[in-house]
């Protein structure tokens, strides 16, 4: 059974098909022939506006666990012998300050409906049993139902085309760079703790899971998205491009909002 059949996710589809159909009619006299491209930059804008709320949780939950880094120290050292009483005190904690090592994921758990739809609609013929129009439009001449490696091992991969991907995923691996360098050090490290029971208890290693391998992995996002830009259509790739910057600067923008470091620096040490 094809996926885009299911029937909640083939009316997200049509939503977004009408959504983009309509933003490429409005954009045209601006745009032109990169109307339907231009459609798929403002959506996700629009999407990612709608979802600042999640990224405003997301950076209090940082400094949330930032702020408990010393707790958690506290009581990875005190209960290191027993692990099961560990892992409750600590989910103890993270419950009363309303804090999960998981929130980093929420912005991306958020936008992967919005990203299947974008990603439906320009590799299905038909939506809502009528000719997929969207097909038809390209970005200075690259398709956008077409991806990097499909062109490629296809043969039809042209210049413009290879310099319409090149360029966008060095966008992407540039805000990837950037990210790393302006937020992780931000991110609250879990200190590891050897479990009981092990044969050197002098050796550390995790009794919880780790927040500061979580971080790391998150991290690297923006690089992964950077690989899976040349295997999805083009016009997902705008999405991911955009989404990707639009991240870093709310970041940043919240960061400073928030006095992220100005609140870390009074955090005292472990």
Not at 43 to 58: D, M, Y
Not at 72 to 101: D, F, G, H, V, W
Not at 171 to 195: C, E, G, Y
């Amino acid at each position: 059974m094809n996926i885009y059949e299911f029937p909640p996710i083939e009316l997200l589809v049509n939503a977004a098909y009408w959504v983009v159909t309509w933003l490429t009619t409005l954009l045209e006299p601006l745009a032109g022939t990169a109307s339907a491209a231009l459609a798929i930059v403002v959506l996700t804008i629009i999407v990612r506006a709608v979802l600042i709320p999640v990224g405003l949780s997301q950076v209090r939950a940082g400094i949330t666990r930032k702020r408990l880094a010393p707790k958690i120290t506290e009581l990875q050292t005190r209960y290191k012998k027993t692990p099961e009483l560990m892992q409750q005190k600590m989910m103890e904690l993270y419950k009363e300050e309303k804090a999960s090592p998981m929130a980093g994921c929420l912005p991306v758990l958020a936008q992967m409906p919005v990203l299947m739809a974008v990603y439906g609609i320009f590799i299905q013929s038909t939506i809502g049993g009528h000719a997929n129009d969207l097909l038809n439009h390209s970005l200075l001449g690259a398709p956008l139902n077409a991806g990097f490696v499909g062109l490629l091992t296809g043969g039809n991969l042209s210049v413009v085309s290879a310099a319409v991907f090149g360029v966008i995923v060095i966008i992407i691996a540039v805000v990837a760079a950037l990210s790393r360098h302006l937020l992780t050090p931000d991110m609250p490290q879990t200190p590891p703790v050897r479990a009981s029971g092990s044969q050197n208890s002098t050796t550390e290693g995790p009794a919880m899971p780790d927040l500061s391998g979580v971080t790391r992995v998150l991290s690297f996002m923006p690089f992964m998205t950077a690989v899976i830009a040349l295997f999805v259509p083009l016009a997902a790739t705008l999405y991911l491009m955009t989404t990707t910057a639009w991240t870093l600067t709310e970041r940043l923008v919240l960061n400073r909002v928030l006095k992220v470091h100005e609140q870390e620096e009074a955090v005292p040490a472990a």
